[in-house]
Each structure stands twice: as structure tokens, then as C-alpha cells.
């Protein structure tokens, strides 16, 4: 049985499809358009995702799709009514959209995919829950999710047993805790639904001064529910963010080429602050309803590590679940998911423990590419002398483009298609920035350690909970080993640290251990294998490029070795991609 | 024939750009009409009603809103509200 899942028309559009229950492929479209978290329709992916299973869209059982268009539409227009006149401009704006597409879902996917039987729809948050749930190791689980906006709800408080899921409560738009934290993110400068890890990042070289004018903005209660001061934000009928109001709180907005102050740290300070307390408060309150000890998190906030890596140790919680792609993208898994195990009642059958599930390339089309653009290259003997030559350039300050196996899912780059450098290297932050990915300055890069090494320097939890596998739980760096890696010690001494277990990726995991015969430190710079402003890369030609255009000293790729400086380079400028 | 060529593609870029601005315009008045009458005139009945379409201001204890919601009927599924 075959079973497609779409998320599409908000943010980061992706596809994914169960054969049997199992996940067989799942990708996000900005990989193969090339376009940062695209919305269009997931043609693409879906492409990808039925030729991995080696059929075409009428061969397909069920077809879900991510929420519920006419619910959300309704939302929409409870808006507008109850805005007027003020939201006419983005009624104009937002409408065409929906008529041509948005409201045409069932059509579009037949028309595309030559589908023929009917397609279900399961409300946003249902998809997030099950994203996380259906995929997590535990038969039963309290669920949070929180995100900008589904249909109607932007938090909501699960619980499930076995198969089911049931959401027990929720906080209705226009209070947010995702929007909230995306109105800062554009009152700081950076982009909404993009660079709300900026806003992360920039939080710890601050101090939450701001935080008694804080509560003045958002109710929180005791129970973790909360309520937004509506007259500090524009969102529910302009597509600016931040009010008049919130603006003569705390100053103008950041324009984008301005110089990030004390001001705007505290204010990134004070809300990562508030953004924790509404969690662990939210958690402490569903621990308590649920009794359960297991807890699955989604939806875009679970992608703040920081406030993940201090959940265990602040809320009754024992073990804690994410999936690697836990926005909107995962969203598309959980719909599939869903309709297998909870609407058909199948058996649970898998674990994510992998985010390796995009395209893959063979030797044999990877050395035609190089062959067919004339690319000077050498091949590794075999894997001892890839992971021992890999290790020994990292060691000497190499910086390598790290392309091997399948492309990850979900935003992080876990070990397919990363950029690779040393750890130890107190500048290495500083020429990564410049050859490469020409980043802020106070953005930290992450560090990746083998799991067996994990809590000899960091303060993580025990045992190290998968999530961490997927880069989502910032933990405090040892002390006494903070200056062993400068170049991944964040200001405060944390580190989003990603840990990779040998049977997971045994060449990536063989080159930390090989690095660590050099050093006596199991630990890599792991970066996403792209340039700021540019989705990771997906092909052997957007690897390629993107060490061409950039200071990337190395690519491994597969079992070929190309050295920048032995090819023709400036085929592609990297510098007028690094945007936002 | 390259001249003849160049005015023949000038001219479908012309066309092209018009198109899109007729097409802009039309939906301007289109939905200004929509939003001035169908959403105003029931905004206007909403407000001497005094009925809200959204909770701007809750009030109470908890800001929860109880929701239960399981698994539903099968056929529930393919509606998509």
C-alpha cells in the first residue's frame, strides 16, 4: 500500500510516501527548485518520492494533504470581517491565491498526479502531532505542538495511546506563541519563517531586560495558556508584524543592513526567556493531565533547541521525541502516517532514527557527472582510505564539503550533505564565515560528536535523547572542555550539538573517530553544505557549484576526492546568493 | 528578418505586459466590490450585532479551549473542513 503526503502553500512545501507503513522517501521542494522554503506545489518531491517507489500517481492507495483548506479560508475571512476596513490590502493580496489554488487542493493533486480516487485532509495540528507521535518509540505520549498558525489553532495540548491521538485543548489565533516570536524576528530585521534560529542564536549575548514590559504583551497563566496583547501586533490583518505600539515600546524596526545592538540582543534575550517559560509552564500543565512521561513535540517552535535541550530538567517529563523536520514540512509525514496507523488502524512498524531519506546518487552517475563537466578528480581505494584522508585534511584546516548517501530531512544538515571543519581551531568560525557561509557574526557553528562521546563534554541528558541526533537540543559544553573546541562554543557555552551514532552513518561517524587519532577530540564543525540565503544542496551539481563559488577547500563525494584548486573556478558566484 | 523578429517579440511582450495589467485592474475592482460589500456590509451587521469573529481580548482563568479531537468518521477525511 502506497500512501503520499502533502504539505504545501504556507512554508517549506514537501512530499513524502509510506509503502506499507514505512517511510521510503520524503523531501522538501526547495531542494530541487532552489528556491528557500518554497511554497508551490510539491511537484518535485512528489516526483521524487514516486520513483523511489517506483510507481506513478494513479498507482497510489491514499493521497492526504496537510490541514484543512476551507477551515483555514473561514479563518481567514473571520479576519477580514472582523478587521475592516483595515485588512483590504491583504484581502487583495491573499485572495487570488486561494481561489487559484489554495482552495482547489483535490484538483490540483488529480490534475498533477493523474490521481483518481478522493483525497483526505486532516486538520494542521492532527498532522503535526502525528508527525512527531507516529514515528516516536514510545506506545504512549503526551503531545505539544506550537506553530505561527494551523487552521484555527497555533498550540495545541495531546495525548495518545497506541494509535490514537486525541488533542485535548488548544489556544486559537490570533494568539500565538509562533507569531510572537516571529514579530520580534522582523522587528529585529531578519525574515519571517526564516530566520527565527537568528533570533536563537542572538539570544544568549543578551540579557532579558525587557522582560516586565514582556508580560505587558503576553498573558501567560500557570496552565501555559496565554494570550497575546493584540494591540502590539499587525499580523491578523496587515502583513507587517509588529504594531505602531510595539515599535514605541522598543524602538524602530532593525533594517536589515544595520548593526545588531545591545538593544536588539536583550530584546532576543528577553523573548527566548518568555518563549521557555510558556513551554516548560504548557509542559508541566500537560504532564499533569496526560500522567504521561513521554513526551512528542512539533510544529515550528520545536525547532528551538535551546528551550528543547532544557525541557527534562525543568518539566516531569522522562524522555522527549521530535522529528528532524518538525515545521510544516514534517507535517506531510504525519498526514501519511495518520491515515496508515491511526484512520486504517495498521500497526506501528517504524522508529525515526534517520533523517537520511531524500535523493541519493550512485558512483556510477556521480562519476559521469564529473567526467561529463570535465572535473579533475581522484578516487579513494575504499573506505578506510576516504574516512582516513577526509579526517587528516579537516586536521590540517581544510574546509570540506561533506556529500554522501541520501539528502537529509528537515533544515539541518546531519552528515549527507554538510561542510565539515575543525572543531579545534580557534579561528575556524571566522574562516568558515569568509570562505563560505558568509554568515553574522554572533551566529555559532554546530558541533557534531560520536554518541559514545557525547557526555564526556557535554551536560546532556541520559541517555541522549534522539532529537539530539537530529540537531534539535542545545546543551551546555563542559567547562573544562569548552577551550578544546572554540570554534563551536557559543558565547554562553552551549553548543547545538548533533550526536551520530555508528550504525546511523558509519562514514561520517568513522571520519569524527579518525579525527579524533589526530586530536584526541571525537568532534566536527558540521554546517549545512550551502551558502547563507541558498537551500542545502541536493545534486552532485549543486555540490559542485557550491564549492566552486565559495572557499570550500575539498568535496568528497561518494568515493571521489576534488581539490577546488585543480578546476577552473568563479563558475558561480556564491557572494550574490548570501542573502537573508 | 531579425528586425522583423525583434518587433514580433516586442509586440507579444507588449501584449504580455498589458495582459497583466487589464488583469490587475479587473481584480482590483472585483475584489474591492467583494470586500466593500460582501465583507463589509456583514462586518457592519457583525458589529451592530455585536457579534466577534475573533477573540482579540479572552478573558478567564485558562485561555485553553477545550478540543477533543480524536479519530472521526472515515469519510470525514476527504472534506476539507
Known sequence: MYILGISCFYHDSAACILKDGKILAAAEEERFTRKKHDTSFPINSINYCLNEAGITGDQLDYVGFYEKPFLKFERLLHQHIEMFPRSFWTFYQALPSWINEKLRVPSLIKKKLKYKKGVMFIEHHMAHAASSYLVSPFKDAAILTVDGVGEWATTTLGHAKENDITILKQIEFPHSLGLLYSAVTAHLGFSVNNSEYKVMGLSPYGKPTYYEKFKKIIDLKEDGSYALDMSYFDFHYKMTMPSKKFIEEFGPIRKPDEPVTQHHKDLAATLQKITEEAIFKMLKYLHSITKSDNLCMAGGCALNSVANGKILSNTPFKSIYIQPAAGDHGASIGVAKYIYHTLLGNERNEIQETAYLGPEFTTEEIKKFLEDYKVKYSQFKDNKELVKKTAELIYKDNVIGWFQGRMEWGPRALGSRSILSNACHPKMQDILNLKVKHREKFRPFAPVVSEEDAKEYFECDNPVPIPTDFMLMVYSIKKEKQKLIPAVTHVDGSGRLQTIRKQHNPLYHGVIKEFEKFTKVPILINTSFNVRGEPIVCTPLDAYRCMMGTGIDYLVMDKFLIKREDNPQHMWDSEKYAKD | ?81
Not at chain 2, 25 to 36: A, G, P, S, W
Open chain 2, 1 to 81: 528578418m531579425k528586425n522583423e523578429n525583434l518587433f514580433v517579440k516586442g509586440l507579444k511582450t507588449g501584449f504580455r505586459t498589458f495582459g497583466f495589467k487589464v488583469t490587475n485592474v479587473i481584480n482590483f475592482v472585483l475584489l474591492f466590490l467583494v470586500y466593500f460589500i460582501g465583507v463589509g456590509i456583514t462586518s457592519l451587521a457583525a458589529k451592530i450585532a455585536k457579534k466577534k469573529f475573533l477573540n482579540l481580548k479572552p478573558e478567564g482563568n485558562t485561555y485553553w479551549k477545550e478540543h477533543n479531537l480524536g479519530k472521526q468518521d472515515l469519510k470525514d477525511y476527504y472534506r476539507q473542513f
